[in-house]
């Protein structure tokens, strides 16, 4: 059984994985405002898979026999984006996802809640990715600066991503 304090921590973890499905969903837009469909495509695949991350922990939890509560999701900050600014975004974001991951895991080794533990592991290396994914896009952006053909190539690769949902 989850405890009172790790039941509350993990919903509060659902609501920052439907804060980030939001956010990429509203970078989605922004791309496309910008005129790049592929990086449109990108944050529109990674806003599906935030919400499959949603999906994990609303499944933790009820199948731990916990309540799920869903909190109020919050607007989007996005005004007048770059390529480079919504990568940045991105990364600072995910950033800020792998410390609640760490807190989370944390919270369950603290309480002795193995199960928790062994399930926030996943999370664990899925961040190390994303922050690498948001990272790589970053150098590229940095590398092809103002140059309009690099730029196009970058959106090519990335109008390839599909969706890899968590299971
Ligand atoms: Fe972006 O990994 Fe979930 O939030």
Redesign the pocket.
Known sequence: MLSEKMQQALNQQIN??FC?AFIYLGMSAEADRIGLPGFSNWFRMQYQE?LS?ADRFFNYILERNGSVELLTIGKPELTEETPLSLFEKSLKH?QH?TVCISRLKDLARSESDHATDVFLEWFVS??VE?EANAQNVIDQLRLVGDNANGLFLIDRELATRTATPAE
Do not use: L, N
């Open positions: 920052e994985e980030s935030e991350h995910e996802i899925e961040q994303e």
